[in-house]
């Protein structure tokens, strides 16, 4: 069965960088878009943007351009999403979600990564 | 930006009831609707996609409907289990945003 597992919860300090790795499982990752989605305490859903594991391909909202890499390594059916420059407004669950390569809704979820910026 | 407004942001509601959740974008955004339900300390799930296509083992009680800039979500007979927030999303272009969320509450 497909599944999203993502990395364990962080904790950072202002001005620090966080990598945050989905694992895909029960598919080729190259054969969907993953997507990362942020959810701040108490808050709804902040979509940042896409990435295409075949091409290497981003599209990221103008907010996150400058801090945000999106990355893979298709030898273990992974991707990474890495927030450089951390904020107090960016402590947040992050999630990964899958969509098909032309429609973008999001059939599976990874479990989300709590992540904590304190100094 | 396509702008999505839910509303409304909160209601309560009884077991057995049918309720209903708008969806409203500040442009078109053709039938590139989906819905999702989320609990607390859970990922969301995908209920709906392409404005009211039901995913499979979604119950056949939620159902979507609308095209353009309007958009409902129908819940019909509440189950306990549908006490949660819902969520809209658009994906008209390779822009893709959702709106602030209802929250489900039980009266």
């Known amino acids: 069965q497909v599944q999203l597992v993502q990395s364990g919860a962080e904790v950072k300090k202002p001005g620090a960088s966080v990598k945050v790795s989905c694992e895909a499982s029960g598919y080729t990752l190259t054969d969907y878009y993953i997507h990362w989605v942020r959810q701040a305490p108490g808050q709804g859903l902040e979509w940042m943007g896409w990435f295409n594991p075949h091409s290497g391909g981003t599209n990221l909202v103008q907010k996150f351009q400058d801090r945000v890499a999106l990355t893979r390594d298709t030898s273990i059916n992974a991707a990474y999403m890495e927030l450089h420059r951390l904020k107090y407004d960016d402590s947040a669950v992050y999630y990964c979600a899958r969509s098909p390569t032309v429609v973008y809704y999001f059939d599976y979820w990874g479990q989300g990564t709590l992540v904590t910026v304190s100094s | 930006d396509i702008q999505l407004t839910q509303s409304p942001s909160t209601l309560s509601a009884s077991v057995g009831d049918t309720v209903t959740i708008t969806c409203r974008a500040s442009?078109?955004?053709?039938?590139?609707l989906a819905w999702y339900q989320q609990k607390p300390g859970r990922a969301p799930k995908l209920l709906i996609s392409k404005a009211s296509n039901l995913e499979s083992g979604v119950p056949s009680r939620f159902s979507g409907s609308g095209s353009g800039t309007e958009f409902t979500l129908t819940i019909s007979s509440l189950q306990p289990d549908d006490f949660a927030t819902y969520y809209c999303?658009?994906?008209?272009?390779?822009?893709?945003?959702f709106g602030q969320g209802s929250k489900l509450e039980i009266k």
């Open positions: 442009q078109s955004v053709g039938s590139w």
């Open positions: 999303q658009q994906y008209n272009s390779y822009w893709c945003s």
